[in-house]
């Protein structure tokens, strides 16, 4: 590897598939956090949203990603840190001189097998091997690997592996492509917890001001399980009766394009049990970034449950890190990365994957037990002043310090991609049925849209 020239104030492209909104979403909270923190250091920093942008930025540019500015957008920087799975539609992006990182905290490929899509097998073949090219193109160009923990460290090795990234020249003696693979997980921000009151209780219809609030602080996503979550609130309501669970968000801010099957299941189960809208709540809208802290200064704990499996194992999960910053006391299931911490570091309490006795049970000893709550806010807030955006951060803010371009031979996506399935007409039509299904015509409109604007990008550069 070969260091590159780079101004010690680098011109920076954060390249995101999210709106850029008052509604950030996880991905474009990363991005708007890490632009904070390179601003902060005297980099020149652009968010380029592929989707909408309706939010200025805080010392730093926010613009559209179009087939009409890409190219000047990434020849006037220096370092283009990609995110998400967008790579494929810019194929041509990969031959282009500019320093390239790779923003892999999110394993979107194992998110998939969660998701509830109602594919055939055919349509769950084609989007696994749609995303493998994705993950396969980006891993194969990059320069640096950023990812959320260990864990997901030791998956991008494997896939780098398989590639044929892992050689002497990538790392250390001892083979661990230190350099290539860096962990740069989800922060807290450093603004002050300053909330401003009376946003939740006596607020929102169905808790008061006396309410033991459990609040479930992001989207609900189908690989996520509130279902045992409503099921213990159902169960523990009997010994704590001014128990309520709020959920801040019901849909996606982007749900329009990104639909979820849980939601619904969730408020039918809470509709079943006869408890929605008197112990579970659900807001209906994105809670504002900028709002969000009203919101969880009025909770007591904060909740997150999920079943088993690889995108369990893999995760981050990011709005846990809100948590954090607001002092709460954490309950969550078992087998994730966060759990470990909670363990670790007693900021609250784990329990078994899909057990509604034991999260019932653990529900009932934290309304009951100030006292114990009290010691794991305290460790929250411990924990929150160690994991700030600025210092989980650090290991690529080292690498802009001097960053260095990959001598390994790149798999040539523009002139070979690796063959997919071949799409047919029934293809489209399927998707297209299943769409409307879903969302209807708007968000039929919106997926057009998209595959309109992918198509114009992925011709970029060949001209």
């Known amino acids: 590897m070969t260091a590159t020239r780079v101004p010690a104030r680098a011109r920076v492209l954060l390249i995101v598939g999210e709106p850029i909104s008052e509604r950030l979403a996880g991905p474009a909270i990363r991005a708007w956090e890490i632009a904070r923190a390179l601003t902060a250091r005297h980099h020149h920093v652009t968010i380029a949203s592929s989707r909408s942008v309706s939010r200025e930025g805080e010392g730093f540019r926010v613009v559209e990603f179009r087939a009409d500015n890409a190219e000047a957008l990434v020849d006037e920087c220096d370092v283009v840190?990609?995110?998400?799975?967008?790579?494929?539609?810019?194929?041509?992006?990969?031959?282009?001189?500019?320093?390239?990182?790779?923003?892999?905290?999110?394993?979107?490929?194992?998110?998939?097998?969660?998701?509830?899509?109602?594919?055939?097998?055919?349509?769950?073949?084609?989007?696994?091997?749609?995303?493998?090219?994705?993950?396969?193109?980006?891993?194969?160009?990059?320069?640096?690997?950023?990812c959320a923990n260990d864990r997901q460290r030791d998956l991008w090795i494997g896939q780098l592996a398989a590639l044929g990234r892992v050689r002497p020249q990538n790392g250390t003696d001892d083979g661990?492509?230190?350099?290539?693979?860096?962990?740069?997980?989800?922060?807290?921000?450093?603004?002050?917890?300053?909330?401003?009151?009376?946003?939740?209780?006596g607020k929102v219809e169905g808790i008061g001001a006396d309410d033991f609030v459990l609040v479930w602080g992001g989207?609900?996503?189908?690989?996520?399980?509130?279902?045992?979550?409503?099921?213990?609130?159902?169960?523990?309501?009997?010994?704590v009766p001014e128990l309520r669970l709020f959920f801040m968000a019901k849909v996606h801010p982007n749900a329009m394009l990104d639909g979820h099957a849980v939601p619904d299941q969730a408020v039918a189960l809470a509709r079943e049990l006869g408890i929605l809208g008197t112990h579970v709540v659900f807001n209906e809208?994105?809670?504002?970034?900028?709002?969000?802290?009203?919101?969880?200064?009025?909770?007591?704990?904060?909740?997150?449950?999920?079943?088993?499996?690889?995108?369990?194992?893999?995760?981050?999960?990011?709005?846990?890190?809100?948590?954090?910053?607001?002092?709460?006391?954490?309950?969550?299931?078992?087998?994730?990365?966060?759990?470990?911490?909670?363990?670790?570091?007693?900021?609250?309490?784990?329990?078994?994957?899909?057990?509604?006795?034991?999260?019932?049970?653990?529900?009932?000893?934290?309304?009951?037990?100030?006292?114990?709550?009290?010691?794991?806010?305290?460790?929250?807030?411990?924990?929150?002043?160690?994991?700030?955006?600025?210092?989980?951060?650090?290991?690529?803010?080292?690498?802009?310090?001097?960053?260095?371009?990959?001598?390994?031979?790149?798999?040539?996506m523009v002139e070979d991609p690796p063959p997919l399935p071949a799409r047919t007409r029934r293809d489209d039509l399927v998707t297209f049925a299943r769409l409307l299904r879903e969302g209807g015509p708007r968000l039929v409109t919106e997926r057009i849209r998209d595959r309109v604007r992918r198509d114009a990008l992925r011709v970029v550069g060949r001209r």
């Open 285 to 412: 809208e994105w809670v504002p970034y900028d709002e969000r802290a009203g919101y969880l200064a009025e909770a007591d704990i904060g909740v997150t449950t999920h079943p088993a499996g690889l995108e369990t194992r893999f995760s981050f999960r990011t709005r846990n890190l809100d948590y954090l910053w607001a002092g709460l006391p954490i309950i969550t299931s078992e087998g994730d990365v966060f759990a470990d911490l909670v363990e670790r570091r007693g900021n609250g309490l784990t329990v078994p994957v899909g057990d509604v006795d034991a999260l019932a049970a653990a529900i009932v000893r934290a309304a009951q037990d100030s006292s114990a709550r009290e010691a794991w806010a305290a460790a929250s807030r411990e924990l929150a002043a160690e994991m700030t955006w600025d210092r989980v951060l650090a290991p690529f803010l080292e690498f802009l310090d001097a960053p260095v371009r990959s001598e390994v031979p790149i798999w040539n």
């Open 176 to 201: 661990t492509i230190d350099d290539l693979v860096r962990i740069a997980p989800f922060g807290v921000t450093g603004q002050a917890f300053e909330p401003t009151p009376g946003a939740l209780r």
């Open 81 to 146: 840190v990609f995110q998400g799975g967008f790579y494929n539609t810019v194929p041509w992006l990969a031959v282009r001189p500019q320093v390239q990182v790779m923003d892999l905290y999110d394993p979107f490929h194992l998110e998939f097998l969660g998701r509830q899509h109602g594919f055939d097998r055919d349509q769950e073949t084609r989007v696994v091997s749609e995303l493998t090219k994705e993950l396969n193109a980006q891993l194969a160009r990059a320069d640096l690997v950023l």
């Open 219 to 239: 989207g609900i996503y189908d690989w996520f399980d509130p279902m045992t979550l409503i099921r213990a609130v159902d169960v523990a309501r009997h010994e």
